[in-house]
């Protein structure tokens, strides 16, 4: 087998989560929450994720190749994080549900460090590649939380 049709794979795998997460645009309702001062522009977050999912592709390509008995377990953490991405945009934008999106970031952000955990014990090189993933999901996490309470929410209405 070529040993880039893997990485072509994982190449349309992300592109396929960035297209269907990418489905549920910011849009207007985005636009008119009230976002904290330190948010990015919105033109940063297209080329951010492009850039961590080329890695992510690459990332999971290294760990396929290795062929180390650990690398299986390793990429169901992969696809797991690239499916609970998708399910992030369809609660923030799709449903208008940041409290709900919080929550899934959560998970994003654990399973993110759980991957590279898991990748970094397959391949070192690997494990690096999925660093701007862990720090950029644990960014977003706080966003997501503050966008949250500052539209009503948050863990404090949780308890009232």
Known sequence: MN?????????????????????????????DIAKPEWTPPDWLFGP?????????????????????RLRSGALIWWFL????????????FGLHRPGWAFGVCVLIVAFS??????????????????LPLVFWTAFACVLNYAIWSMNGGGVGQMFR
Do not use: D, E
């Open 81 to 92: 994080v690239l499916a609970l991405n998708v399910s992030w945009s369809w609660l923030m």
């Open 48 to 68: 951010a994720w492009g850039v961590i999912y080329v890695c992510m592709a690459v990332a999971a390509w290294l760990v396929w190749l290795s062929r180390h």
């Open 3 to 31: 040993r880039y049709l893997p990485l072509a794979l994982f190449l349309l795998a992300v592109l396929a989560a960035s297209v269907l997460g990418g489905s549920f645009a910011a849009g207007s309702w985005y636009q």
């Open 113 to 130: 460090i759980m991957t590279c955990r898991a990748f970094f014990l397959v391949s070192g090189r690997a494990g690096l590649l999925l």
